[in-house]
């Protein structure tokens, strides 16, 4: 034998069951590298990882050996340790966390590493755990004197790499055993620039009304009609529309036409993790969970007090907080996280998404009644293929705000050029419009636009080699059929969706975008080996 070996035996729960093993495994020159008992119901199993020595006898030879002892009742040879099942369930969860994590123990070696961590620090080719931070080369290692008995919390940090300068808050808190003595230390950085991101998110785009919407087309003037009717009242409204169509848009406008005197506020329910979603919209109590403020801090419904609060991608939302809104859109009333205490709020609420509602309820993936509490008053924006005639204002609305902004002199789009902005089919709608228009004025050289100026991204996709073209498709082919494989493996292993996600390494939403995208059943196959 040469390879190690791991080994399940259910045995009898008798004293001396783990000698006897012990002086079978001995005479047969065998080392024991770890053992584990472990007790289910009324079965006792021992799991074994055997090291063979040099006088070790053949590998069927030994498990003969091992299944002539009367307290053996069954053996297998299995994969993975109990101990190793768990190690790598904790390293995927860790690695999910959108925060950088590492911990030391009491010598300053490093236990621990998520992904982001890796990321942030430059350490990502190298074998990490064990080694000392001190011989890391890290700029800063505060960690080690949290070892000392002071902890930090959101102190500002800076690292560059390369040519690139990162900025992380970074807190360091103390690990401590039941007796109280240090045995540890964990750190957590957060990148300035998510930050940044999460905060754009929940901040929008400055409002605009009905007057500063651009085009005539019947589609688009039924719609800004009905919008202009509903706006006055204080109902739920429901924006329906492809990605691009310019549906916060039509939320700022309804916010401004109603006459409210509060805020508007506009928040992304895709682009905040599930737990910084819920303390955005509700609000939280001084600790509540840890980083929280002392004085707590008021969420969105609160602020919003007397105005609109802008829900896009409401079918995003997890299904927790989807109970939680529901409550708050039937009484009015909220709980901030952390508290018991009922606060009454009043705020105007729209929603927004570009998915089937209908569908996902049928799916079991967004609630029945919420969605018949927030589809009130639905209002379905036309993508751009059905409002072809706006195009020509559009564009020259677009192409005087490029001007504007870069400073470019005015040049006029040919009748080539309009010509081939209405053959286009615009997958991506008013933004994608917006970017080709763009793209033409900085492109363009002449006294006018040509349409040989107007490119489409498949057209921009032509600028590789022809040398480049096969590689470059047969990689895209390539990628697109692992992912395919990866995301089936994961949902026959998962019992969940979200939990597919874990196994993967990317957000619930970015896997519930992979699948509308393939085409793939939704359904999760798995059991309880989901994570083995």
């Not at 768990?86 to 950088?100: A, T």
């Not at 620039?193 to 929008?204: H, K, Y």
């Not at 688009?220 to 009717?229: D, Q, V």
């Not at 008021?298 to 007397?306: D, K, T």
């Amino acid at each position: 034998m040469t390879s190690n070996i791991k080994l399940k035996l259910q045995v009898v729960d008798r004293v001396g069951v783990l000698a006897e093993i012990a002086a079978v495994l001995a005479e047969d020159d065998v080392n024991v590298l770890s053992m584990e008992m472990e007790k289910k119901d009324s079965a006792t199993f021992v799991y074994l990882e055997l090291e063979p020595g040099p006088h070790s006898p053949a590998e069927g030879r030994l498990l003969e050996a091992l299944q002539s002892l009367p307290v053996l009742q069954s053996l297998q040879l299995i994969p993975t340790m109990p101990q190793e099942r768990r190690e790598r369930r904790f390293q995927v969860v860790l690695d999910s966390v959108s925060d950088g994590i590492l911990s030391v123990n009491e010598e300053g070696e490093l236990t621990t590493i998520n992904r982001v961590a890796r990321k942030m620090l430059g350490l990502d080719e190298q074998p990490l755990v064990g080694r000392n931070l001190r011989d890391l080369a890290l700029p800063d290692t505060s960690l080690l004197t949290c070892l000392e008995g002071r902890s930090y919390q959101n102190v500002k940090r800076s690292l560059v790499r390369g040519q690139r300068r990162f900025q992380y808050l970074a807190s360091g808190e103390l690990i401590r055993d039941s007796k109280q003595r240090i045995v540890g230390a964990v750190e957590v950085l957060r990148d300035l620039r998510d930050l940044r991101e999460a905060a754009s998110a929940v901040a929008g785009e400055p409002q605009v009304t009905f007057s500063d919407m651009v085009g005539q087309s019947p589609a688009l003037r039924r719609a800004i009609a009905f919008a202009e009717k509903i706006a006055p009242t204080d109902g739920v409204v429901s924006i329906r529309g492809e990605s691009g169509t310019g549906k916060e848009l039509f939320a700022s406008a309804i916010h401004v036409a109603s006459g409210c005197t509060g805020p508007f506020l506009p928040v992304n329910c895709a682009a905040l993790p599930e737990t910084l979603l819920e303390s955005e919209l509700f609000g939280y109590v001084g600790g509540a969970f840890s980083g929280a403020k002392k004085e707590g801090r008021a969420g969105l419904f609160e602020a919003a007090r007397g105005g609109t609060i802008f829900l896009d991608e409401i079918a995003e939302m997890p299904a927790t907080l989807q109970a939680k809104m529901l409550r708050v859109m039937q009484d009015g009333k909220l709980r901030r996280v952390g508290s018991n205490e009922e606060i009454r709020v009043n705020a105007r609420v729209i929603t927004a998404t570009n998915r089937d509602l209908e569908q996902l309820v049928r799916q079991g993936l967004f609630r029945e009644d919420l969605f018949y509490r927030v589809n009130l008053f639905p209002l379905h924006i036309p993508p751009l293929r059905e409002r072809l005639e706006d195009i020509p204002l559009l564009a020259e609305h677009f192409l005087f705000q490029v001007n504007s902004r870069l400073g470019l002199r005015a040049r006029p789009l040919t009748p080539a050029a309009f010509a081939k902005l209405k053959g286009h089919h615009w997958p991506g709608n008013v933004r994608e419009l917006r970017n080709v228009i763009e793209r033409a004025a900085i492109l363009s050289g002449r006294e006018e636009i040509g349409a040989e100026c107007i490119r489409f991204s498949f057209e921009l996709e032509g600028t590789f080699s022809r040398g480049d073209d096969s590689l470059r498709e047969s990689l895209a082919r390539q990628v697109e059929a692992l992912e395919r494989r990866l995301i089936a493996e994961a949902l026959q292993h998962a019992r969940s969706k979200r939990q597919a996600a874990l196994l993967l390494g990317m957000s619930h939403t970015a896997l519930l975008k992979k699948l509308k995208k393939y085409q793939m059943e939704t359904r999760p196959t798995g059991g309880t080996k989901s994570f083995q």
